[in-house]
C-alpha cells in the first residue's frame, strides 16, 4: 500500500516570507510526483509536477526532489494571502490506478 | 472551452437510494477518475479507466459503480449498499496513467 505523509498544519507565514511544504513516500517506484492547491470548497488545481531528482523552478514555486530519501517539497517564494490554501502532495507508481495523495497541509499566509 | 464538467454540483440522496453523478471531459484523454475527499483527509480512489469500455476497482469501490461507453464520459453511480456517501466526489482525467491529472469542479452528495 502505498503512501503519502505530509504534515497537516496549519502552516502559518508573514506575507513575503517563503513557506516550504514538504511530503515523503513510501514506495520507491513511484515515479512523477505532483503538487497541487485546493482552496476550500474546490477542486485540486495543479501547481507543479517534477519527473527528476533536483529542484525545478516555476515563477514564484519551486519543487524539489530528493529519490533516495523519498521526499519531494514545495517553497513559495513571496508568498501572499492568496496562496493560503491547502497543498496536496501526490504520487503516481508503475501501475495505472491513479495518484496516491498526502492529506494535505493547510498553509496560512498572515498579512 | 476544454474542461471537465461535472453534474450536479450538489446532490441529495435518499436512504435506499440510488444516485448517478455526472463526469464529461473534452480533452481527448484516455484516462479517467473518480476520487471521494472527506474532511480532514486526502483524495481516494473509487474506481479508473484508462479506456473505453474497461475500468478497474480502486481502494474504496465498494457501493459504487461505473461505465466507460464514450471516452468522454465516466458517470459513478453511489447505490444504496454504499452506507456512508455524504463527501466530496471528484473526477479527473489525464492523458496517460501517469501523467498529469486535470480535475472537475466536484459534487457534493448530501444524504436526506
Given at each position: 500500500q502505498k503512501e503519502v505523509e505530509q504534515n497537516s498544519g496549519p502552516l502559518s507565514v508573514p506575507e513575503g516570507a517563503i513557506a516550504s511544504l514538504n511530503c515523503t513516500y513510501s514506495d520507491r517506484g513511484s515515479q512523477s510526483f505532483f503538487w497541487y492547491r485546493q482552496y476550500s470548497g474546490k477542486s485540486p488545481e495543479l501547481i507543479m509536477f517534477i519527473y527528476s531528482n533536483g529542484d525545478k523552478e516555476d515563477g514564484r514555486f519551486t519543487a524539489q526532489l530528493n529519490k533516495a530519501s523519498q521526499y519531494v517539497s514545495l517553497l513559495?517564494?513571496?508568498?501572499?494571502?492568496s496562496d493560503s490554501a491547502t497543498y496536496l502532495c501526490a504520487v503516481t507508481g508503475g501501475g495505472a490506478d491513479g495518484l496516491t495523495f498526502g492529506k494535505g497541509t493547510h498553509l496560512i499566509i498572515q498579512p | 472551452?476544454?474542461?471537465?464538467?461535472?453534474?450536479?454540483?450538489?446532490?441529495?440522496?435518499?436512504?435506499?437510494?440510488?444516485?448517478?453523478?455526472?463526469?464529461?471531459?473534452?480533452?481527448?484523454?484516455?484516462?479517467?477518475?473518480?476520487?471521494?475527499?472527506?474532511?480532514?483527509?486526502?483524495l481516494r480512489l473509487i474506481y479508473y479507466s484508462q479506456i473505453v469500455n474497461d475500468f478497474?476497482?480502486?481502494?474504496?469501490?465498494?457501493?459504487?459503480?461505473?461505465?466507460?461507453?464514450?471516452?468522454?464520459?465516466?458517470?459513478?453511480?453511489?447505490?444504496?449498499?454504499?452506507?456512508?456517501?455524504?463527501a466530496f466526489y471528484l473526477c479527473a482525467s489525464s492523458i496517460g496513467s501517469l501523467e498529469t491529472q486535470y480535475f472537475g469542479p466536484g459534487t457534493r452528495l448530501l444524504v436526506l
Open positions: 513559495i517564494r513571496d508568498s501572499q494571502p | 472551452d476544454g474542461g471537465i464538467t461535472q453534474s450536479p454540483k450538489y446532490l441529495f440522496r435518499k436512504e435506499g437510494q440510488n444516485v448517478t453523478l455526472s463526469c464529461e471531459q473534452n480533452l481527448n484523454h484516455d484516462a479517467m477518475y473518480w476520487y471521494r475527499q472527506d474532511p480532514g483527509q486526502g478497474q476497482k480502486g481502494d474504496i469501490a465498494e457501493g459504487y459503480s461505473v461505465s466507460r461507453e464514450k471516452k468522454e464520459s465516466f458517470p459513478l453511480t453511489v447505490t444504496s449498499a454504499q452506507k456512508n456517501p455524504t
